[in-house]
């Protein structure tokens, strides 16, 4: 039986690796649950999993959490803040820590459990896309595994197995294409944060739908992918393919092509950072391509899409340059949701952001310079909002 933790419980990855926990309960235990503010859930998260350390990051809501769960026949090590979410996150026998905590919040409390010699299923893609520099050296440091528990980056990873360390020559990462990708490019100017959240493939938190929309969620993939494989920025390439059935492929040095198939469900690739090696029976729909039909691909529109050329030109320029985007990003996109700003306004910003900061790089970032970075990112998000209708000199474009 695998001893786990989970970071951000009450989430979509958090919720989905719970379910799968409860029809394998003689694969799974539960060690350690960490959530943001949702203290009903929790509380019914701890009474059916009975695990030994939680957490939830809003400090005003500890007295609620521990009112809540006086009734109940035990009571687990209770934490808060951020603080707490790294005691949880480095805690006790468990062996792998799923980091289902969205944006750079999750940064921190997974490289707690690096340093622990936790294994990680990897769901926070900020992990690598800000903190590589950093986290890249503590996983060879601490010899543990980083498992993609994301259904593009499980599916290369799946696809890999067996294959020689020479023998992948390029990853092409597949894209729904979000809620717009049939909408003219010119009538995005007029869409609203309800059209925007109407994702065709999938049910997901409201910030990666947005990003699903703008394209920046299959961006930033890529500057994690090349992390994760260690391909250069050109071998990474995106395809838009709207029935989500092929999460990803791989292109060997032969120009042999394989693929992963299955039916848009996150659960498979969380289940396979559960149980890699291994592979678990479940009882799940098969995958059925005559019900399928047909399997369709297009080059994404990079007018539509701005937000893609944006993420390779920080990858490229590397350093602190992705957790300047990543973070420039997440602040744009909680506007657009606020609806202080409008949906075109995201890239505009980011771009702005990014230009600012593009002189000033730090090629070799530490873990304070990333942090540092990201914050100030945020400011200049709010900073540039005041310049929106203003025209823009772009530095990134010409990476």
Same mark, same amino acid.
């Given at each position: 039986?695998?001893?786990?933790?989970?970071?951000?419980?009450?989430?979509?990855?958090?919720?989905?690796?719970?379910?799968?926990?409860?029809?394998?309960?003689?694969?799974? +235990?539960?060690?350690?649950?960490?959530?943001?503010?949702?203290?009903? #859930?929790? %509380?019914?998260?701890?009474?059916?999993?009975?695990?030994?350390?939680?957490?939830?990051?809003?400090?005003?809501?500890?007295?609620?959490?521990?009112?809540?769960?006086?009734?109940?026949?035990?009571?687990?090590?209770? =934490?808060?803040?951020?603080?707490?979410?790294?005691?949880?996150?480095?805690?006790?026998?468990?062996?792998?820590? $799923?980091?289902?905590?969205?944006?750079?919040?999750?940064?921190?409390?997974?490289?707690?459990?690096?340093?622990?010699?936790?294994?990680?299923?990897?769901?926070?893609?900020?992990?690598?896309?800000?903190?590589?520099?950093?986290?890249?050296?503590?996983?060879?440091? =601490?010899?543990?595994?980083?498992?993609?528990?994301?259904?593009? =980056?499980?599916?290369?990873?799946?696809?890999?197995?067996?294959?020689?360390?020479?023998?992948?020559?390029?990853?092409?990462?597949?894209?729904?294409?979000?809620?717009?990708?049939?909408?003219?490019?010119?009538?995005?100017?007029?869409?609203?944060?309800?059209?925007? #959240?109407?994702?065709?493939?999938?049910?997901?938190?409201?910030? $990666?739908?947005?990003?699903?929309?703008?394209?920046?969620?299959?961006?930033?993939?890529?500057?994690?992918? =090349?992390?994760?494989?260690?391909?250069?920025?050109?071998?990474?390439?995106?395809? $838009?393919?709207?029935?989500?059935?092929?999460?990803?492929?791989?292109?060997?040095?032969?120009?042999?092509?394989?693929?992963?198939?299955?039916?848009?469900?996150?659960?498979?690739?969380? #289940?396979?950072?559960?149980?890699?090696?291994? +592979?678990?029976?479940?009882?799940?729909?098969?995958?059925?391509?005559?019900?399928?039909?047909?399997?369709?691909?297009?080059?994404?529109?990079?007018?539509?899409?701005?937000?893609?050329?944006?993420?390779?030109?920080?990858?490229?320029?590397?350093?602190?340059?992705?957790?300047?985007?990543?973070?420039?990003?997440?602040?744009?996109?909680? #506007?657009?949701?606020?609806?202080?700003?409008?949906?075109?306004?995201?890239?505009?910003?980011?771009?702005?952001?990014?230009? +600012?900061?593009?002189?000033?790089?730090?090629?070799?970032?530490?873990?304070?310079?990333?942090?540092?970075?990201?914050?100030?990112?945020?400011?200049?998000?709010?900073?540039?909002?005041?310049?929106?209708?203003?025209?823009? %000199?772009?530095?990134?474009?010409?990476?």
């Amino acid at each position: 039986m695998k001893a786990i933790t989970i970071l951000g419980s009450t989430g979509s990855i958090g919720t989905q690796t719970l379910d799968i926990v409860k029809e394998n309960p003689d694969q799974f +235990r539960v060690v350690g649950l960490a959530t943001g503010r949702n203290v009903e #859930l929790l %509380v019914e998260q701890i009474r059916l999993f009975r695990p030994e350390i939680v957490a939830i990051q809003d400090e005003s809501k500890l007295g609620e959490l521990k009112d809540a769960v006086a009734s109940l026949d035990y009571t687990p090590e209770l =934490h808060s803040g951020q603080a707490g979410v790294i005691e949880v996150a480095k805690y006790g026998d468990a062996q792998t820590v $799923i980091t289902g905590i969205v944006g750079c919040a999750g940064l921190l409390p997974t490289i707690a459990a690096i340093e622990a010699g936790k294994d990680i299923a990897l769901a926070n893609k900020e992990t690598l896309i800000a903190g590589g520099p950093v986290v890249l050296p503590l996983v060879k440091k =601490h010899g543990i595994q980083i498992l993609p528990a994301d259904s593009e =980056h499980s599916a290369i990873f799946q696809c890999l197995q067996g294959i020689p360390e020479k023998g992948l020559k390029k990853i092409l990462l597949t894209a729904s294409g979000g809620s717009f990708r049939d909408l003219p490019v010119d009538q995005l100017a007029s869409v609203t944060v309800a059209d925007a #959240l109407k994702h065709p493939n999938w049910t997901m938190g409201q910030k $990666i739908t947005i990003d699903s929309a703008t394209l920046m969620n299959k961006g930033l993939e890529v500057i994690e992918a =090349h992390f994760l494989f260690g391909l250069d920025y050109e071998d990474i390439e995106i395809v $838009i393919h709207p029935q989500s059935i092929i999460h990803s492929l791989i292109e060997l040095q032969d120009t042999s092509v394989i693929a992963q198939l299955g039916w848009p469900d996150m659960r498979l690739p969380i #289940l396979y950072t559960l149980s890699y090696p291994e +592979r678990v029976y479940t009882n799940w729909e098969r995958l059925d391509l005559v019900k399928v039909g047909s399997l369709t691909f297009r080059e994404p529109d990079h007018k539509k899409y701005p937000c893609m050329n944006l993420a390779y030109a920080a990858g490229r320029a590397g350093g602190a340059m992705p957790a300047i985007l990543n973070a420039a990003n997440e602040q744009a996109v909680a #506007l657009f949701l606020q609806e202080q700003i409008r949906f075109l306004d995201i890239p505009r910003l980011i771009e702005t952001v990014c230009d +600012r900061f593009s002189p000033r790089n730090i090629a070799q970032p530490t873990l304070e310079d990333i942090v540092e970075s990201d914050a100030l990112a945020r400011q200049e998000v709010l900073n540039a909002t005041e310049t929106l209708e203003k025209p823009m %000199v772009s530095l990134m474009g010409k990476g």
